[in-house]
């Protein structure tokens, strides 16, 4: 099966963090919801905590298929502090596994140089982070390993992208149509 750690810091933005949780274990793939901190319960941009399943240096980085960065201030970062996590995005950049950000995490990405040559999108007015990037305006921007997203009202495309990327379009395509949701 695979398995998806979705990155959780002080200040992330909870409807993109958690529709990703939620769509992607309803197509039966395993997530993780791993805080950055050391703590097992890590408060949202809008005072939202939420208790997750462990912790980063609980984590073993070779369980997963891909790494998910959501958006958010000052969650985004957050993120980008934690060393650790920031050379595992870089690692599974560099062997072609999946990484994936939403909102303002793109930046995360651009400033790594992940981006370069690549199309990506990013919440509106963040766009010159992308650094190298050819910025796109749709909800979401595949480009081979990478995966990029707008912010909380892409939140779903983003998901399903994600559900669809390790499932298949096929079982994306079911899985939109199940929470009714209208593309």
Do not use: W
């Not at 399943?53 to 959501?70: E, H, N, R």
């Not at 992308?130 to 921007?141: F, S």
């Amino acid at each position: 099966m695979k398995k998806i750690g979705v990155f959780f810091a002080e200040g992330y933005e909870e409807i993109e963090a958690l529709t990703v949780v939620d769509i992607c274990r309803r197509c039966g793939l395993e997530v993780d919801m791993v805080s950055v901190t050391e703590r097992l319960i890590v408060k949202g941009s809008h005072g939202i905590s939420v208790q997750m399943d462990k912790c980063l240096l609980q984590t073993d980085f070779q369980d997963y298929s891909m790494l998910v960065l959501p958006g958010g201030m000052p969650g985004t970062k957050n993120l980008e502090a934690q060393e650790g996590l920031m050379a595992q995005v870089d690692a599974f950049y560099a062997q072609g596994k999946y990484i994936a950000a939403i909102c303002a995490a793109p930046s995360i990405f651009g400033h790594r140089g992940i981006l370069r040559g690549r199309k990506a999108c990013c919440y509106p007015g963040m766009e010159g982070h992308l650094e190298g990037a050819q910025v796109t305006e749709g909800p979401v921007a595949i480009s081979d390993n990478v995966i990029t997203s707008r912010g909380m009202g892409t939140a779903i495309d983003f998901a399903l992208a994600i559900a669809g990327a390790l499932c298949g379009e096929e079982k994306a395509q079911q899985m939109a149509e199940a929470v009714v949701y209208r593309q």
